[in-house]
């Protein structure tokens, strides 16, 4: 009785807390400006199931997508799992649905326990690619501290769990062959594909009383990395998990290269070139702060640009693409979307205490992002294209630099002689359209 209420509490709190951290995520986001994603919904179910279900962009890299494929079908499997815990453990019960399904019930924790040995063998080949190879995606600046601790953290989590699990599995198989499982009171075995060998062999020799206590602190381990995993996500990157389908379903679905327009000075444009247009008739703007040019800070970007910031993966494939980073130039765009990432934590956690008008003079561009970052922008796409769930760090780059053009009149030199022939000319070149054919004619 005792247990099931210790249970109980923590089914709750954990659940409750997770939500609760949910819901400030979602707050976090909504800090970003309108955009339509809306538009065309059997195309974004399609991108969400391919890409995010399939993982088809992973698959440009065969070897970490085929470990990645093990972990992530080990992951939505095993919490099938979970619902004979859940129910176990409030009402006390041991292995309830083992009676009632049968053979179906040893093939689904047959097939749970192969997939955690899958899991177990990309879990360590992760931890060797990061800590032993040390692959050079995963040594760059903005890995350092946390962001390496976090992902060797989850990995750790996952090794635990799988133990976990082979430890309540394997010590109840062996007290099931012995004859005293809290399951039956015959002696037998579950014939789970992995346990029925674990069990046996690893467990067999032990006494009656260690088993009953190996399967209990396997079986409670495993709930404790259960919810420790699952609160543990809102705060890393791992987050993605959940996030993945979402963002890949309102991803954009335009042309890679089309860039965006500003509806207000679209709007103007559209009016200075109307002959029959009156300017008194325009209407009037709507009160508050005017729409700035471009971002400057977290708040002038949108919510589609926030969450892609939470579902970084930080898996680094944009920056080992990254024409500028792999020639020395300071740009990295995983650094972008982590550097939005947390300054929109920074600032969403202010407005909670201190009030939604708090400002603490701080912006993300300037404070996190350097301006010589942004310009070392190619605006190739290579960053979008190969990440694995649609992030587009190009689009915060762009309304980044937009910002500085158009409201601090900010541009390497080498881009003004540029701009000033385009407004004079009609062309990056410095001379007259009338004599651009001249090439073409003999000296």
């Not at 649905?97 to 047959?110: D, I, P, R």
């Not at 976090?150 to 004859?179: H, P, Q, R, S, W």
């Not at 937009?402 to 004079?424: A, C, D, H, Q």
């Amino acid at each position: 009785m005792i247990a099931a209420i210790i249970f109980s509490v923590l089914l709750i709190g954990g659940f409750g807390w997770f939500g609760w951290n949910i819901l400030k995520i979602r707050s976090n986001i909504l800090l970003g400006r309108e955009v339509n994603r809306k538009d065309k919904p059997g195309e974004r179910w399609k991108t969400m199931v391919l890409v995010a279900l399939g993982q088809k962009k992973m698959f440009a890299r065969p070897i970490p997508a085929l470990l990645h494929l093990g972990i992530y079908v080990a992951f939505v499997i095993t919490q099938v799992e979970l619902i004979e815990i859940i129910y176990d453990g409030i009402t006390g019960s041991h292995r309830a649905f083992m009676s009632s399904l049968g053979g179906l019930y040893t093939l689904a924790v047959s097939i749970i326990e192969i997939l955690s040995v899958a899991a177990l063998i990309a879990t360590i080949a992760f931890l060797s690619r990061r800590n032993i190879l040390k692959l050079a995606r995963f040594r760059k600046p903005e890995m350092k501290g946390f962001p390496t601790f976090d992902a060797n953290l989850i990995l750790f989590m996952e090794l635990i769990l799988v133990f976990c699990i082979f430890t309540m599995n394997g010590a109840d198989e062996a007290l099931y062959l012995k004859g005293a499982s809290h399951a039956s009171h015959k002696a037998g075995s579950f014939g789970f594909a992995i346990s029925s060998w674990v069990g046996p062999h690893i467990f067999g020799g032990f006494s009656v009383e260690t088993l009953h206590i190996l399967e209990r602190v396997g079986w409670w381990g495993h709930w404790f990395m259960v919810l420790a995993f699952l609160n543990y996500l809102p705060y890393s990157k791992h987050f993605h998990i959940l996030l993945a389908f979402p963002n890949t379903y309102y991803s954009n679905l335009e042309k890679k290269g089309k860039f965006t327009n500003m509806e207000a000075v679209t709007n103007e444009v559209k009016l200075m070139l109307d002959p029959t247009a009156d300017p008194y008739a325009a209407p009037v703007a709507a009160e508050g702060t005017p729409q700035r040019f471009g971002a400057k800070d977290i708040t002038d970007l949108t919510w589609k640009n926030l969450m892609d910031a939470y579902t970084c993966t930080e898996c680094g494939r944009c920056t080992s693409s990254c024409p500028a980073n792999i020639t020395g130039k300071k740009l990295s765009p995983r650094k972008i979307m982590m550097d939005t990432r947390d300054r929109m934590v920074e600032l969403a956690d202010g407005k909670r205490k201190n009030g939604k008008d708090y400002e603490d003079g701080k912006s993300l561009l300037g404070d996190y992002i350097t301006e010589e970052e942004v310009w070392a922008c190619t605006s190739c796409n290579a960053c979008v294209q190969e990440c694995p769930v649609n992030i587009d760090p190009l689009a915060i780059i762009v309304d980044l630099r937009r910002y500085l053009v158009m409201e601090e009149s900010k541009m390497p030199t080498e881009l003004t002689g540029m701009l000033t022939n385009i407004e004079n000319n009609g062309a990056p070149w410095q001379f007259s359209p009338a004599d651009r054919g001249n090439w073409i004619h003999e000296d």
